[in-house]
């Protein structure tokens, strides 16, 4: 009987320590797996995008000098032609630029102003180019 008991305590002690042995083995995989997702999202956080356009000051400054001389131009060939060269820079100036410049609301009223001589002008331009607005 006293085999027995001994027997059963010895093999609960194992099987206790077997647990232990495991759960720690468990607690530092999760330690170090937490670890590592946290080192992934900072370092895809900081990642920049890599193809990712920014606006420049110069293209604000040439949107703005665009639009005064659409606003003054009697010529329609003119005004084409620099509607024409507005188009690509519209097409990027979007919230990547307020994500940088938030405080930059002037652009926010030069984009809107620009997109409403676009279409005041548009009766101008082919059906491609009016789809494009």
Known sequence: MKKIINHLLKTLFDLFIAILGISLLVFILLKISKEYSVERKKAHKN??????????????????????????????????????????????????????????VNFVTLKQTARQILIDYSPLFGKDEQEHL
């Open 47 to 104: 990642q920049k995008p890599k193809n990712e356009k920014r606006i420049t000051e110069e293209e604000i400054a040439l949107m703005r000098s665009l639009l005064l001389e659409i606003r003054h131009d009697p010529n329609v060939q003119n005004v084409q032609e620099k509607i024409k060269e507005l188009w690509p820079i519209l097409d990027f100036a979007d919230q990547r630029f307020l994500k940088t410049h938030p405080k930059e």
